[in-house]
């Protein structure tokens, strides 16, 4: 077994999950639609592997994106980064944003470790 595969699985808060920018579900392959590879990357994915990214709506379609822990990772420091361009809070004072900490943390939470 693989460092990724004894991991915990990671619970992304439901209130962060519309900050990860996905890719369209038009463009996506098959497997990488119903989660059978991951989102961004193409990895096969297990159960053991796989970070759930929620349920998703596009023009009435429901799809449930998986995703690996590393493209997750990017994804979320993404997601991070971008935040302050469009909160209040961040423009005050970035280091008091609830959700640029939360964004902050889950990406600590989703490093891989290095042998």
């Known amino acids: ?3 990724t595969e004894t991991r ?7 209130a962060l999950l519309p900050l990860i920018q996905l890719p369209p579900l038009e463009v996506l392959p ?3 639609a119903r989660g059978a590879e991951c989102v961004w990357g193409g990895e096969p994915l297990s159960t ?4 759930d990214l ?4 596009d023009d009435g379609v429901h799809w449930f994106p ?9 994804a979320v420091l993404a997601a991070r980064n971008n935040h302050p361009g469009s909160c209040e809070q961040c ?3 970035a280091s008091r944003c609830e959700t ?5 943390s889950l990406a600590l939470e989703l490093r891989t470790c290095r042998p």
């Open 1 to 3: 077994m693989t460092t």
């Open 8 to 14: 915990a699985l990671v619970d992304i808060p439901a």
């Open 30 to 32: 098959d497997a990488r």
């Open 48 to 51: 053991a592997t796989a970070v």
């Open 54 to 57: 929620g349920e998703r709506k």
């Open 66 to 74: 998986r995703a690996c822990r590393p493209c997750t990772r990017r």
């Open 91 to 93: 423009a005050e004072d």
């Open 100 to 104: 640029r900490h939360a964004l902050h």
